[in-house]
């Protein structure tokens, strides 16, 4: 195993180990099969929004909608904030929300003590790349220029998501503006062309099909664009990145390969494997307890590499 791959111990009680069972057969029987290109986009954002009443928001942590440089974003601020988190939801570039992604983004928010912000950023087809990336960009450079310090910034994605917190990444470090202080990113998706896809049968949400559909609706018939496919850019001079992944996803080979290519351009990496765990497991926050295992670990490494504002603000 590589020094930069860790392989994480999953939690052996028997509650969580049949709570696991419950959701992972769930998600195979309810998300899984409308997952499908049959079903219209609009269907499945739908479907997603409404799967999401099955998430929990965590409980203390007040959440109100501000749009920031004409954005639509979802605050999540607890009372004292310590840092601020730009997180970018995932759902193929095609689908999902703030409203389909409170459980991670509410729990983060509690468990690392940060003003979470999460934009609704356009979707495919409607709006294929670049369109989420330059409103990525612009959120993030409006934040700046409301004197919130990159020293105290993480920029977090799941799935597209995570992708897509990548090709911010490379189009902020283009255009020379400071960039955070840390990246993480939960099973992320930067290959577009699925050459590399890892074992589909082990995958209780994902196929090859649907992403295909994502994958053309967002990219057309560009995927190795780096914009759409950020494991083709340039990588070196990025924050310290923290990769988790489950160990039965078929987005896997993508972590594994996104870890390898930064260390390997000079960008501190590293993967999280979280084994019998499927794609965004995260997603299960308040429920599952390696999700909140895995949310705590991402509020450590927040802490570790994020100056506070205040004390920036002190400073200056």
């Not at 920031?68 to 997180?87: D, G, W």
């Not at 390997?264 to 990496?269: L, R, S, V, W, Y």
């Not at 993967?271 to 295992?293: C, E, K, M, N």
């Amino acid at each position: 195993m590589s020094l930069f791959v860790d392989r994480i111990s999953r939690s052996q009680s028997t509650v969580q180990q049949l709570l696991a069972g419950a959701l992972r057969q769930s998600l195979a029987l309810l998300f899984k099969p409308v997952a499908n290109p049959r079903f219209s986009f609009a269907a499945q954002r739908r479907w997603l929004n409404i799967m999401a009443y099955s998430t929990l928001k965590a409980g203390g942590i007040g959440s109100h909608d501000k749009a920031i440089a004409n954005v639509p974003c979802r605050h999540y601020q607890p009372l004292h904030a310590q840092s601020t988190v730009l997180y970018l939801h995932g759902g193929g570039y095609v689908a999902g929300s703030p409203d389909s992604h409170k459980a991670i983004t509410s729990h983060l928010a509690k468990f690392a003590n940060a003003h979470v912000i999460v934009p609704d950023y356009r979707l495919a087809p409607e709006h294929p790349c670049p369109a989420a990336i330059d409103d990525a960009v612009a959120v993030y450079q409006a934040l700046l220029d409301d004197g919130v310090s990159p020293a105290s910034l993480t920029l977090m994605g799941d799935s597209a998501g995570g992708g897509l917190a990548l090709a911010t990444l490379q189009a902020l470090k283009a255009a020379g503006t400071p960039l955070p202080s840390a990246t993480i990113l939960f099973s992320p998706w930067v290959d577009l062309t699925l050459g590399q896809l890892f074992d589909t049968d082990r995958d209780i949400m994902l196929s090859h099909a649907w992403l295909a559909s994502a994958a053309s609706a967002y990219a057309g018939d560009d995927t190795r664009n780096p914009q759409c496919s950020p494991l083709f850019g340039y990588l070196s001079g990025l924050p310290p990145t923290l990769i988790q992944a489950g160990g039965d996803e078929i987005l896997l080979n993508d972590s594994h390969r996104l870890c390898a290519a930064l260390n390997e351009a000079g960008t501190p990496a590293r993967l999280q494997v979280h084994p019998q765990r499927w794609h965004d497991f995260q997603l299960h926050a308040g429920v599952l307890a390696d999700s909140d295992q895995a949310l705590m670990t991402c509020a450590r490494f927040i802490h570790q590499h994020a100056v506070e504002q205040n004390g920036q603000e002190n400073c200056a």
